[in-house]
């Protein structure tokens, strides 16, 4: 079986269903319903007659329908025998969402070691234990919380449920969304590895953010990621870089970190590209979700802040990135429309009087000059209309990189008004800088990038 | 004549105040008034009556009460007559927010030489020209955009208007708020050196950052930056650290941005603390305002996402600061307090069921250990009543640095409670870690700080 019943089932019992808010059994479910999955939803609780208005059945062997999905949230020492239940009644998939398994020891591990046994017997794959489930949007399940339902191109498979919803606060904040959310927990049966190459394959993803603490089986990882990579971006954070980093990793989810250099050469040849924290990752998503790839390596920073336009410059310079000099065509054109107080140089520094029009002129003549690949855009001051003059020039062909910062709350409703269309806004040049190295990086790995 | 009148003057006059919405003159004298400015206000412009309510005068010489400060945001050419006339006035004190000096060129220069003749000849002290004004929230005097005027313990001066209003923007989103803003603009008379002296001695500033682009001065630069450092915190983010930034820094500003080495070298002597983006300068700042100093180098994390955990493993290694052994004593109370799933090592790892007695039980225990210094603590799911806890242990002696993320809208409620009670939130372990680790370095170079 594929891991299609996982992402769009036809229909979802939640096992271990509570009737008290607050419990996880609650909230799964709630999160369920409040996600608008369409398919029928079957809470099993023996206790209980009904939860959220939904019909409950005493066991999963009662529902009179067929079930494709089962999410998980009982005591672990009941799983194996849920397990059980679930292959006799058909189900071929289920998200183990209860910890006590083999992270807690040597117990769990003999009850983990049950649940494997039962659900290989009767052809079950299982996502978790000890995890924080999966959200699909395109069907709006969300076996997870917190409640994820606007939909995106990002998807997420991570070994820490925090970091995986850290992700999707973020991307749902910022009116991005997601499309599959995977925590992987103790990964007793799928992993990282089969759900790249599921993603790789997903028409809904653009782009995929891993957060891992160790792989099991390196060669197949670098091989499955090589080939996603070939589809579209792998951005990964791998934790355990430090030798105390490491020992948190053995006993989080006992996976043996290893020398962080190997990983470092495995993500290399995997061409998947490694960030140092959570916010980079999310930084690279956003940047992918929404912008092209860079066709070369000429930046161009427009700005109406100088320090901001500095700033930038430094981590440009520091990322490989290349400010090119400002091209004597533009020089000119915009030596006739803009004040003479602007600095025609790179970076373009509209001056702290720059209006949207001056923008707009500079983005003008940018856009003709062909050693301009990227263009990032600061705004450091309020300047209102700036969202209709960017998304003119959005999609020319240049990748534009909007930064926004020290504007108050005239800044806040063009940054609000930009991400509803989708066009990514970063809250300061480092940040801006850094994704749009990361999208240059991936272009000259995936061979696409010119020079 | 000190720097007083800049930042507690008895009254106010805006030279160039306008009638227009959107126009700088008009923005500004809005802001003093809305920052609720209690001195007298008085605009300055001869073709209205009456802007905001205010009566308005056609020149500085007819107004019929005293005025100690004056902002003036008149074309450039007319400054040094304006000038003049605050001379006769009795005015000691003129920030001049209006470019067109010698940031454009040699004309620019020429204007900018008379208006410094004149400000010297009738002992007028000047900031700017070219910037963004200042602010001074225990008077209510905002004479700058964006609007400012939640008092708190941070005070900034800075080389870019951006720079400023970015951290003002975000300490004020969080309920931090700041002391002083100045805007240095092209620092004709007052510079960063006296600005610094003035706010070591200023009894509301708890914690000074600096954004520079260069100084003129660099042996006086660290003589009093170093005697401002043994009295507070003083952080630097210096830009121009490339070539390319270099050449950017002439042109904005037409400082020699010089070696970057030598700043380095300098800021080292100084015992200023560099920080190296716009972000990190404010988590810096945010932990100065809030947080104790840090005793020692030792530090515990505790967290309810395993994952988190070890990226803030990670970057606690990465930065110097000592992640402690358990101790011994503070496991066995916990063996007894916690659930048998936590992991009693370091990080503590309360894991996916954490609740907020637990944390409380952790925090408890932890308090007890001479060894350990500070406490990281992650929340890494929605956890009601957490901010109870944290407010509980807080000020206890350890220094406590939570990290919130992932956790949705619950999250959200309690970020904001904290906030309300000006314990400081970081959005990232790496985040946290790395304000954590500025801080210990600081009380390190102060010989506060044990081994």
New interface residues.
């Given amino acids: 079986m594929g891991l299609k019943s996982f992402f769009e089932p036809a229909s979802v019992a939640v096992i271990g269903a509570s009737t008290k808010p607050?419990k996880l059994g609650h909230e799964i479910l709630r999160n369920i319903v409040e996600a608008g999955f369409k398919g029928g939803i079957y809470p099993i609780n023996p206790k209980a007659d009904e939860i959220l208005g939904l019909k409950c059945y005493p066991s999963i062997k009662e529902v009179p329908e067929g079930v494709e999905l089962a999410v998980v949230i009982v005591p672990s020492k009941l799983v194996p025998s849920v397990i059980g239940d679930c292959g006799e009644k058909g189900i071929r998939a289920a998200i183990v969402i209860s910890?006590?398994f083999s992270?807690?020891g040597k117990e769990g591990g003999e009850i983990e070691r049950q649940m494997i046994e039962t659900a290989k017997r009767l052809g079950i794959r299982i996502i978790g234990p000890n995890c924080?489930g999966v959200s699909s949007t395109s069907v709006g399940l969300c076996a997870s919380?917190?409640?994820v339902k606007a939909k995106g191109p990002i998807s997420v498979i991570?070994?820490?449920?925090?970091?995986?919803?850290?992700l999707?606060?973020w991307a749902i904040e910022e009116g991005m969304g997601v499309s599959k959310l995977v925590a992987l927990g103790n990964k007793c049966d799928v992993n990282e590895i089969e759900l790249l190459e599921f993603l790789a394959n997903d028409p809904e993803t653009k782009v995929i953010a891993l957060?891992i603490?160790g792989t099991r089986d390196g060669r197949k990882f670098v091989e499955v990621a090589r080939e996603a990579s070939d589809k579209k971006p792998v951005i990964v954070?791998k934790?355990?870089?430090?030798?105390?980093?490491a020992?948190?990793?053995a006993?989080?989810?006992r996976s043996l970190a290893g020398m962080d250099t190997i990983f470092d050469a495995a993500f290399k040849q995997a061409r998947a590209i490694r960030v140092?924290?959570?916010?980079e990752l999310y930084d690279a998503c956003k940047g992918f979700a929404c912008l092209p790839h860079p066709k070369g390596d000429g930046v161009v920073i427009v700005t109406?802040?100088?320090?901001?336009?500095?700033?930038a410059?430094?981590?440009?310079?520091?990322l490989g990135l290349k400010?090119v000099d400002m091209p004597e065509k533009v020089r000119n054109t915009l030596r006739e429309k803009l004040p003479?107080?602007c600095?025609l140089?790179n970076?373009l520094?509209l001056?702290?009087?720059a209006t949207s029009q001056m923008y707009d002129d500079a983005l003008t003549a940018l856009e003709a000059a062909p050693e301009v690949h990227s263009i990032i855009v600061i705004i450091?001051?309020?300047m209102?209309g700036i969202t209709d003059v960017i998304s003119k020039h959005f999609g020319r062909g240049k990748v534009i990189v909007p930064v926004m910062?020290?504007?108050?709350?005239?800044?806040a409703v063009e940054r609000k008004k930009l991400q509803k269309i989708h066009i990514p806004v970063y809250?300061?040049?480092?940040?801006g800088a850094r994704a749009l190295a990361i999208l240059r990086r991936y272009a000259k790995v995936k061979g696409r990038g010119g020079t």
Avoid: F, N
């Fill in positions: 607050g910890g006590g992270e807690t924080q919380w917190p409640l991570s070994q820490s449920g925090t970091v995986l919803a850290a999707a606060c957060y603490e954070l934790s355990g870089r430090t030798a105390k980093g020992e948190a990793v006993s989080h989810t140092g924290g959570v916010e109406s802040s100088g320090g901001s336009g500095i700033l410059t430094d981590a440009c310079e520091g400010l003479p107080a600095i140089r970076p520094d001056t702290g009087s450091g001051d309020p209102p910062l020290g504007g108050g709350e005239a800044e809250p300061s040049p480092l940040r």
